[in-house]
C-alpha cells in the first residue's frame, strides 16, 4: 500500500487488475477505470493469467523524480 497527495484514474488496457485500497477492492477489466482521492492509500497488482497493462493519471501531473527519488 502506497499513498500520494496527486488524485489518480488507473485505467486497464489488458488483462486484469485488481486495486485495493483501505475500505475495499474492485477488480479492473480492459477498458475499466477506476477513480482515486489524493493522499488515499492504495495497491494495484496484476491478479489474472496474462500480462496487464496499466494506465495511470495523476492530476496535478506527476513529474518523472517522483519514481526516482530515493527517500534513504
Known sequence: MHDHENEQVCLCLAGELTVET???AVTLSQYDS?????DEPHRVEN???ER?????VFALGRSFDFWTEDDE
Open 34 to 38: 477506476v477513480w482515486l482521492d489524493g
Open 52 to 56: 496487464a497493462v496499466g494506465l495511470d
Open 22 to 24: 483501505e475500505d475495499d
Open 47 to 49: 491478479t489474472g493469467e
